[in-house]
């Protein structure tokens, strides 16, 4: 017999239901209230944003305006440079590379174009090198006479002999009207080699010690373990090093006596700002195939164009190994 059960169902009493945990997806966690954010990660107002991003454009123009225009100009012919009143080119018109075509057909600022590259790629490496090695050397505390060879480090940023005692020693060396004394004289810096030196008393001593432990000398440690750890902070100095070399042209000035080797700032700077015409070169000869020579403005700006490109082209590799330098650099055991 059954008692309040439904017929066949065999259950002697109604039985309470099986109360069933909620699922993952029916259950709702208690919403948190938003913790309040500092100062810097507040989200902007709208006329913060709209002021951030006018201040940008504005400072992108007035990087780029200049530079467009004397781009532009480089490319504009006689006839569109007199239409502008003699000056600056705003609007493109009867673009031609006949200015570039003139000063790349040989003379002097051909000349000057290949001393400077073999000036910036040899200095660049030779100022590289011994400010790696002697930053590595003074930052082993315990290497021989370590204090006073940083002592005279630290002297050398704040005082120098002088022009005149400075031209007397490359003088003495034979170096006058050589394109070493363009590189010799400020091969150093004592501000980048102490960089490097921070840096590498920066990387962790046990690597070191792990590594010369093993067997490595001083030259293994430093090829196969300091300088893989240190990309980043070897590309800034060599970019330093490198800009110095190739925007250089006070010590052309002051020890080159030939234009045939004079480098492309020292062209700029006589022809370009001082106006000077160079002996044994001409600039903007009668045309090239019959047309008419290209105006002296134009040529100009092409050689400012020309002495700004390499840089341009240098920076976005530069850049790559900043990057890889950093993540690299900073994972250490």
Known sequence: MTLGGAPG?????????????????????PR????RRPAWQERPTIPGRLGKGTA???IVLAVLLPLYTVVLTSLSTEATINASGGGMVLVPQGLTLDAYRTILSGGIVTRSILVSLGVTAVGTALSTAVSVLAAYGLSRTGSVLHRPILFVFLITMFFSA???PTYLVVSGLGLVNSWWALILPGAVSAFNVLILRAFFMGIDQEILDAARIDGAGEFRVLGSIVLPMSTA????IAL????GYWNSFFSAMLY?????????QMVLRSYVLEGVKMPGSELAPAGIEGSAPPSSLAIKMAIVV???VPILLVYPFVQRHFTKGVIFGAVKG
């Open 162 to 164: 002088g022009m005149i």
């Open 32 to 35: 948190r209230r938003p913790s």
């Open 56 to 58: 940008l454009v504005l």
């Open 233 to 236: 902070v070897i590309a800034v």
């Open 256 to 264: 080159l006596t030939n234009a045939d080797k004079w480098p492309l």
């Open 240 to 243: 330093f090093y490198g800009v």
């Open 9 to 29: 169902t065999g259950m002697t009493d109604r039985e309470p239901p099986i109360a069933q945990a909620p699922s993952a997806a029916t259950r709702r966690e």
């Open 306 to 308: 020309i002495a700004l």
